[in-house]
């Protein structure tokens, strides 16, 4: 079937296929990009291109990933060489051969992968000046969550630590096609510029998903986990943190504390 039109098009729920069919929205989640003329722009999941036509009438260097190759000749027909079509999982391409100069990121991203895509986004952080994603509304709230409540995870560490998000608005099921089960939540990031330095940030990383590991249990027992040849009496002797504390009610900056006194480990 040629892939034209969004009610006779088949979706396929395993890319994530819900296309916004609100021309408001694509103006809105456009338009929070504030693009400059000419700007680099990477586009994740064009779908029928809806979005693309948008971004198109303020930027001609847009690349656009696109998994789904029933959608190739659509989107090939309908934009030329206006876009760079990227034919492959945006997840299985190397991103650091494609960036070459500060780019932002614009995209109704498909659900399945928002977790590895937001991973990969930060690992490569310093090449965005700006990304403005729709994404399921709880990820959005994990992202901004404050500390100490249940939504306040390694996800939200790893985000604020290289961006400032900040959640913009909510899109009811209606809005697209077909409509998915959840509600979804416009988010912008835009880079930190106090962002701390910290040694051996894998370790780092690290550290945070182990004391998160298990919510409910003390921090102490999540580092036995992580250095299961290191007594507590040896932790509790290396930090000022209370060890008795709980993952998800340590800041920033608590942690980089406690990175830093359990480097010799
Ligand atoms: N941008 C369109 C819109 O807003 O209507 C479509 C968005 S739809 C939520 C997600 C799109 O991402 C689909 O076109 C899907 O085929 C594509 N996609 C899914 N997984 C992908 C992946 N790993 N790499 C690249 N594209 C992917």
């Known amino acids: ?153 390694a996800l939200t560490l790893k985000m604020n630590y290289h961006f400032v998000p900040q959640k913009l608005f909510t899109v009811k099921p209606h809005l697209f096609y077909p409509p998915p089960k959840v509600e979804s939540t416009v988010i912008e990031f835009i880079p930190r510029k106090d962002k701390p330095s910290i040694e051996n940030i894998e370790a780092y990383w690290k550290l945070i998903e182990f004391c998160f590991r298990n919510r409910r249990k003390m921090l102490r027992r999540n580092l036995r986990t992580l250095f299961p040849d290191t007594s507590s009496e040896v932790f509790e002797t290396l930090t000022s943190i209370d060890l008795s504390r709980r993952g998800e009610t340590l800041s920033e900056e608590e942690f980089i504390i406690l990175h830093n006194s359990l480097s010799s480990i």
């Open 1 to 153: 079937m040629t892939a034209n039109n969004p009610k006779t098009f088949h979706h396929k729920k395993k890319f994530g296929q819900n296309f916004l069919s609100d021309k408001n929205i694509i103006k809105k989640i456009v338009a929070q990009a504030n693009l400059n003329e000419n700007e680099a722009v990477w586009e994740i999941g064009p779908g029928l291109g809806i979005l693309t036509e948008e971004i198109l009438k303020f930027t001609n260097d847009l690349t656009v990933f696109e998994i789904d190759r029933e959608l190739y000749p659509h989107l090939e027909t309908k934009f030329a060489d206006k876009i760079k079509l990227v034919k492959a999982d945006v997840l299985r391409t190397d991103w650091s051969e494609l960036l070459s100069q500060k780019t932002k990121i614009i995209a109704n991203i498909p659900y399945q992968i928002t977790s590895p895509l937001l991973f990969r986004i930060s690992e490569h952080a310093d090449f965005f000046s700006k990304i403005v994603l729709m994404m399921q509304k709880e990820v959005a709230d994990r992202i901004t969550a404050s500390r100490g409540t249940k939504d306040y995870g």
